[in-house]
């Protein structure tokens, strides 16, 4: 990962092939309602990890089941550039019991390309290739999403005297996780920034974003201690500063809360009919993390593509590798240690990277049962790769991807309880396929075998049918 690394840091400052950014905004919303109705079949005791894993908890472990769903965002007022409108996704699942969720639920207010919303809301963030990829590692969909106030941009900005070769988006949110955790009620603190260089004159563009993730306050369960949460611990944890000495040892000592987010950087190039994006997304983790030194983490991915109507649409290659963390260190003396920056776990904030006991940003990152972890409870060093094609076939679209990733667990617990942790194998192929039957009444299968030492092997079987009104 690291010789990885540098060659596309090479290629990307070398090469001056500039891209664009294709999935920093959010998911585009339809203005209709939706009402699917579908089935999971599977052989195994669970359902299939790729199939239950990156959906927002849509589907639970239970390995068959019927759900009926019904979503859209409702128009409530428009006038001008100003509008308001009210998102919904309501799920009910039968299984071996009855069971509902709220996946999304917000208001949102939208003045051109501004947009500021309340309450649960499924978003895109980073930049990748959004049909065949992996998923992303820090603000993905494997939970259900965090309810939070947000205030972002819609699509790019010029930014002014740059004559529109310059432009910008921008993020920036407050959340609230559940109560039932190791630091009761914390709050998020999330934000982005993504820059591009382009222009239609260009037959390229280049983009680079930070996003950075905050999980601070709260009041600690063991011991009852309230965590800083005034506006000055808040302007603290905007700017990554350390707390005041009355804070936690760790947070005087490296900064106020549990910090983390990932560096973005990627080009697109047109190559004929062809578009050819090339991403890297760097994992940072704490203080040190946004120094970038975490070059070895992360994920690289090149990805071609083409317009629809086609047998082959669009291909896509991923790498991905979280074991290096910036593990080797020395002290003032100049003596090496080993100390991982534990990516997605904090000292005090112990449940994690995590909301409703769930991953929030990959299902990779496993969160084993309450009764099994350790001090640190999300296994975050892993390594593997993803590919995919997708197409049309017969007036149908398809995707079919192969995935292969081993998880080593928590290389900090591993190293402070001196554990020989056995690294967790799973290997993925999934194909998809997507039909419009008439107009406004469409098909979606998913065909799943997965095998490997931490699942049983088997098949899911996934079925729906969506009308629009």
Known sequence: MKLLGAVFLSILIGSGAIAQNIASDSVKEEKNLKLSIGSLLSTGSDAPFWIQGNNSQRLTTDPNALFIEASGVQPLFAKNRFSLDLGFDLIARQSNETTGDIIQGYVQANLGKIAFFAGRKEEIFGVRDTLLTVGPFVNGNNSLPIPKIALYSKDWIDIP?????FQFQFYYAHGWFEKDRAVISPFLHQKYLYLRLSNESLPFS?????????????????SGKKLPSSLNDYRRIFFGKSGTDESMRSDFLNALGNHLGNYDLGFTLELGQWDLLSYLNLLYEDHSGLQVKNFADGKLGISVSREKGYLFEGFLFEIFDTTDQNGNKYDSDGNFYFEPDNFFNNGIYRAGWSYLNQSVGNAMFLIPDRNEYGVFRVKSAINGFNTGIRGSIYGSAYTLKYNKYRNQGNLFENTLKNIDFENLILSNLNFSLNRNLKSNLFMRGILNYQWGNFVEDGIGLFFSVTKKF
């Open 161 to 165: 005297f740059t004559k529109q070769y």
């Open 206 to 222: 280049l983009f680079a974003g930070l996003t950075h993730q905050v999980q601070w306050g709260g009041t600690i369960r063991s």
